[in-house]
């Protein structure tokens, strides 16, 4: 478990520092692009540049893998006292569907769009692996990505990927000119109202 512990947090570091050092990237025909400029939040009033979340995100991260490193050294978490398998066939079998989860979620991602993955991801997920409610899987998996969709795409303009340009131009496209054209108060309760369905649902569930 020690080695286990040790091994990935390294790992994961390493993977931070990369996705930090894309993040600070620009678009390649921009020749004048100074490395970082797009991780801060724009004085225009734009919002936050377009490597501001995966930058920070891969930054804290970074400062977990860090903290996990020192803390095996140390000895003092339960992990780095433990001289126990890191995996047992449990472990291995959800390894399993929960990658094989995340491979198919990418694939949705690229085909059908950011939101409808994170739809189909959190249904799977929680309907087959945590056997939750029918009712309740549905709605999470429905106003969790409408959440991201209002924050992301409305209310902060950080488009995310909308899937092959048919799905675009039929559903997305009139959706965002709608939501767009609404004022924040009238976003902020779908944030409520969607919220409260939430909130409803699982109330119902825990009885």
């Known amino acids: ?55 920070y995100l891969a930054l804290g991260m970074l400062v977990s893998c860090i903290w996990i490193i020192v803390n095996t050294i140390r000895r003092t978490s339960p992990p780095s006292q433990s001289d126990e398998p890191f995996m047992d066939a449990y472990a291995k079998k959800m390894l399993l569907f929960v990658g094989g989860g995340l491979i198919g979620f990418l694939l949705l991602v690229e085909w059908f769009s950011m939101y409808f993955g994170i739809a189909i991801f959190m249904f799977y997920y929680m309907m087959f692996l945590g056997r939750h409610p029918l009712f309740l899987s549905i709605v999470t998996s429905l106003v969790v990505p409408f959440w991201l969709y209002l924050f992301f795409d ?14 675009e131009d039929a559903f997305y496209n009139p959706t965002g000119e709608f939501f767009r054209s ?26």
């Open 1 to 55: 478990m020690r080695r286990a512990e040790f091994v990935t947090a390294i790992i994961l570091g390493l993977l931070s520092a990369y996705l930090m050092w894309k993040s600070g990237e620009g678009p390649e025909w921009d020749t004048e692009y100074v490395h970082w400029s797009n991780i801060g939040v724009n004085i225009d009033g734009s919002g936050p540049g377009k490597g501001f979340w995966p930058f």
């Open 154 to 167: 409305i209310v902060m303009t950080k488009i995310q990927p909308k899937g092959m340009r048919w799905l």
């Open 182 to 207: 609404q004022s924040l108060i009238t976003i902020a309760l779908c944030f409520v109202i969607s919220g409260a369905l939430l909130a409803l649902s699982a109330r119902a569930a825990r009885e």
